[in-house]
Nanobody, 122 residues
């Protein structure tokens, strides 16, 4: 599976961005999908995850209530990010899980996209 993350960019604090993760080569419709982010000088951290059927979603406390993860039948997972703050600045990665669940740790994922940069200015 090859994953392509897109939608990053520069936005002012309080603004919104919508990230997309598309799969090619092989579908990830039977797999959970997660978003992680890594800020400069920091470790990669969990952001959000969704199970294969979309029935289960999980969010980091830092984004709960502001970010929404969803998926459609066209092999795309989106992360809607609202009320962005400078602390959300990072490279965002999407990943396809080993199974149908939605893990919150990187070890639960097999395939990773290349990342898309989100920069939030104050």
């Amino acid at each position: 599976v090859q994953l392509q993350a897109s939608g990053g960019g520069l936005v002012q604090a309080g603004g919104s961005l919508r990230l997309s993760c598309a799969a090619s080569g092989r579908t990830f419709s039977n797999n959970g999908v997660g978003w992680f982010r890594q800020a400069p000088g920091k470790e990669r951290e969990f952001v959000a995850a969704i199970s294969w059927n979309g029935f289960s979603t999980f969010y980091a406390d830092s984004v709960k209530g502001r970010f929404t993860i969803s998926r459609n039948r066209r092999n795309t997972v989106t992360l809607q990010m609202n009320s962005l703050t400078p602390e959300d600045t990072a490279v965002y990665y999407c990943a396809s899980a080993l199974g149908s669940a939605a893990p919150i740790v990187p070890s639960g994922y097999r395939y990773w996209g290349q990342g898309t940069l989100v920069t939030v200015s104050s």
